[in-house]
């Protein structure tokens, strides 16, 4: 379970067709509903909680990412969770600095992510983790792509224009997670009807995403995720394929967006 909702969090970067302005603001907070899939049931098994903040870097203005997560009462008693992961990102939407502080059960650690160099053919990582006791590594990891924190992913992901991908279009970055690189490929698969209930739909764009970690069930779709077709990019709806069963990430809120959320399709009762 411990890989599993950071890992929710593995999204999207696309280096050559971004938008013109970035589709947030100051100030943004997006909730979701975090399911699990054991066998033929599908429970709640926690929530997450995005937030967007204005501030500053080693003298660099930054928009400052939030994302805490925290498991249900029933899953508690199976494996607790309290993660926190935070991160700036220049105001170009370039990774500069990450932070994971992981509470889950009895494992408690903070993970840090310095980037030392980023561009879309190379990126280059420090990444030291410490405990109460000690630092448990401080290592160097290195990429022939461009490479992100799990949390800076959502910026790009958001910023692109989706107006200027093709179908079946493909794409390959990195992240890092602990001393791991990890390859991910994003297959863009055009638009596509979310249906989030009888009265409510979506209009988005659909991606499909191959990752090279242990913990997906397997590497080719280990997952897919809607994004809002509107001048948001809100991620709607994540759902992974896991080795113990399958996770789902839903929406559920959002407060101060930048623009309407004009995806949205509701539907007349009846």
Request: hydrophobic share 40%.
């Amino acid at each position: 379970m411990k890989r599993i909702f950071p890992l929710l969090a593995l999204f999207l970067c696309i280096s050559s067709v971004y938008a013109e302005d970035a589709p947030f603001k100051e100030g943004e907070i997006l909730k979701y509903n975090i399911r699990f899939k054991w066998g033929l049931v599908m429970m709640k098994a926690g929530t997450a909680n995005y937030a967007i903040r204005e501030s500053s870097y080693e003298n660099n203005n930054t928009y400052k990412t939030t994302l805490d997560f925290r498991t249900s009462s029933f899953f508690d008693g199976i494996f607790k969770i309290r993660d926190s992961l935070f991160s700036h990102v220049n105001t170009d939407l370039e990774p500069l600095y990450h932070l994971r502080k992981i509470n889950e059960g009895k494992t408690h650690f903070r993970e840090e992510v310095f980037i030392i160099a980023h561009d879309t053919n190379y990126t280059k990582v420090r990444v030291r983790r410490q405990n109460a006791e000690t630092t448990k590594f401080d290592t160097t990891l290195v990429s022939d792509n461009a490479g992100y924190d799990i949390l800076s992913i959502f910026a790009f992901a958001r910023a692109l224009d989706y107006s200027k991908l093709t179908q079946n279009q493909t794409f390959r970055i990195s992240s890092f997670v602990g001393t791991n690189r990890v390859n991910i490929a994003v297959h863009f698969k055009g638009q596509a009807i979310l249906e989030k209930s009888e009265s409510v739909k979506y209009k988005t764009y659909r991606l499909m995403v191959d990752i090279g970690d242990a913990a997906f069930n397997e590497t080719k779709n280990a997952m897919e995720i809607w994004v809002s077709d509107d001048k948001n990019h809100i991620p709607l709806k994540i759902r992974a394929k896991l080795k113990i069963g399958a996770a789902e990430a839903d929406l559920t809120a959002w407060q101060n967006l930048k623009y309407p959320l004009t995806a949205e399709i509701k539907i007349p009762a009846r």
